[in-house]
């Protein structure tokens, strides 16, 4: 079965440092989703990437899955404490309408 | 983005009671809506697959008979954990595909389940 494995587990930065969020996958994936999450609380969407090579930014957050579709990176530049919570890699187990394998997530803490 | 809805969003029930979960997608219809579960400080694990107008599939290790599941219409999925006791406490949170385009999945806001 295909796994998701994120690192690191957890990372503490200084607010205003850069920081890399890596997802490696077991298989080639089909699709690689980027989610944020505060505990207890749902998911919010940061960006999908479909292509080898793609890139995605959005405000601070640049996300990049590599050519061979198997790892993909989450960049946060000038951290704040907003960016704090659990950053979740999620990618589908097969192309079309199906369920996504979650990685174990990465919690973020973003201290003044 | 298309919009999926869960309620209730909190609840708490004593041991031995059943609840209902809903979710619903607001703006387009579903054939098939996936329910996940969260432990603490863990990640979204797939329970069970809910498809319209058939019987739901299963993870291993789900039981069909606790977590039941009824996909009656084109944007409504619910999740009846019957019988509940305190390990079932857990986030439960759906998600469902526009079936447009990339396939995308939208997650509800998610209901976090507490049993005493």
């Known amino acids: 079965s295909q796994e998701l494995e994120q690192s690191p587990q957890s990372l503490i930065v200084q607010e205003g440092k850069n920081l890399t969020i890596n997802c490696t996958s077991s298989?080639?994936?089909?699709?690689l989703y980027w989610y944020k999450q505060k505990y207890g609380e749902g998911l919010i969407f940061l960006m999908m990437?479909?292509?080898?090579?793609e890139e995605k930014s959005h405000e601070k957050i640049t996300a990049k899955l590599d050519e061979k579709k198997q790892q993909s990176s989450l960049h946060i530049t000038a951290s704040q404490p907003s960016h704090a919570g659990i950053y979740l890699c999620?990618?589908?187990?097969?192309?079309?309408?199906?369920?996504?394998?979650f990685g174990k997530g990465t919690r973020l803490s973003v201290i003044a | 983005g298309a919009v999926v809805s869960q309620h209730p969003s909190r609840v708490i029930c004593k041991s031995g009671t059943s609840v209902k979960i809903e979710c619903r997608s607001l703006?387009?219809?579903?054939?098939?809506m996936f329910w996940y579960r969260q432990f603490p400080k863990k990640s979204l694990m797939l329970m069970a697959t809910?498809?319209?107008?058939?019987?739901?599939?299963?993870e291993q290790g789900v039981e069909k008979d606790k977590f039941l599941i009824n996909h009656a219409s084109l944007t409504l999925s619910t999740l009846t954990v019957t019988s509940a006791h305190p390990e079932d406490s857990s986030f439960y949170i759906c998600?469902?595909?526009?079936?447009?385009?990339?396939?995308?999945?939208?997650f509800g806001p998610g209901t976090r389940l507490t049993v005493l």
């Open positions: 990437l479909q292509k080898g090579g």
């Open positions: 998600s469902a595909s526009t079936q447009r385009g990339n396939n995308e999945q939208f």
């Open positions: 999620g990618a589908p187990l097969m192309s079309g309408n199906t369920p996504l394998v």
């Open positions: 703006d387009f219809q579903a054939t098939t």
């Open positions: 809910s498809n319209e107008g058939s019987k739901a599939t299963y």
């Open positions: 298989k080639t994936l089909y699709g």
